[in-house]
T-cell receptor
Framework: DAGVIQSPRHEVTEMGQEVTLRCKPISGHNSLFWYRQTMMRGLELLIYFNNNVPIDDSGMPEDRFSAKMPNASFSTLKIQPSEPRDSAVYFC????????????FGPGTRLTVT | GENVEQHPSTLSVQEGDSAVIKCTYSDSASNYFPWYKQELGKRPQLIIDIRSNVGEKKDQRIAVTLNKTAKHFSLHITETQPEDSAVYFCAAIMEYGNKLVFGAGTILRVKS
């Protein structure tokens, strides 16, 4: 069992550049969550999907952020254009099915925007 | 919506002592309460959870208690060891819901 896979693990980019973070959920899981973690704001839920459909994106900070889940085994979180305040660790998590609550986190992507 | 408050924000204990972290939640419909441990630079990992149909659950040195009436739950770590040093997050959710709401986290330091 490979667990949740995220790439890249570290990303350093300049302000204004586009950033794409990738996530592969655990096989068979049908819910996927994107979180952002910072010292100031803790763990924030950005968006989640059930069966590849975005259910709640109210946590997405602004229009510069977008997320897609084209199939059950892949999701992306895109920031365009990136800003220094987007620097954070971004976690992806997956859950087996609606009706179970346990979420399994990926290793995270540490994003630094200079 | 659900709101989870966690305290203390930092906790230092001597190796071998016990540590207690407390959380309160606002939504009486919440019925699933997990605890995650996050070591420095690592992902949050589930260490124990409790559902509202039980008042206490133990797993070796870790226990969680739940008071539904008061809407609070606590994590208890006994005989603490240096490897217990980490950030601990509580969370709450209505189990058939979607949004796991996390507390702000507690930095636990175990001094040897």
């Amino acid at each position: 069992d490979a667990g949740v896979i995220q790439s890249p693990r570290h990303e350093v980019t300049e302000m204004g550049q586009e950033v794409t973070l990738r996530c592969k959920p655990i096989s068979g899981h049908n819910s996927l969550f994107w979180y952002r973690q910072t010292m100031m704001r803790g763990l924030e839920l950005l968006i989640y999907f059930n069966n590849n459909v975005p259910i709640d994106d109210s946590g997405m900070p602004e229009d510069r952020f977008s997320a897609k889940m084209p199939n059950a085994s892949f999701s992306t979180l895109k920031i365009q254009p990136s800003e220094p305040r987007d620097s954070a660790v971004y976690f992806c998590a997956s859950r087996a099915r609606l009706g179970t609550a346990v979420q399994y986190f990926g290793p995270g992507t540490r994003l630094t925007v200079t | 919506g659900e709101n989870v408050e966690q305290h203390p924000s930092t906790l230092s204990v001597q190796e071998g002592d016990s540590a207690v972290i407390k959380c309160t939640y606002s939504d009486s419909a919440s019925n699933y309460f997990p605890w995650y441990k996050q070591e420095l630079g690592k992902r949050p990992q589930l260490i124990i959870d409790i559902r509202s149909n039980v008042g206490e659950k133990k797993d070796q040195r870790i226990a969680v208690t739940l008071n539904k009436t008061a809407k609070h739950f606590s994590l208890h770590i006994t005989e603490t060891q240096p490897e217990d040093s980490a950030v601990y997050f509580c969370a709450a959710i209505m189990e058939y819901g979607n949004k796991l709401v996390f507390g702000a986290g507690t930095i636990l330091r175990v001094k040897s």
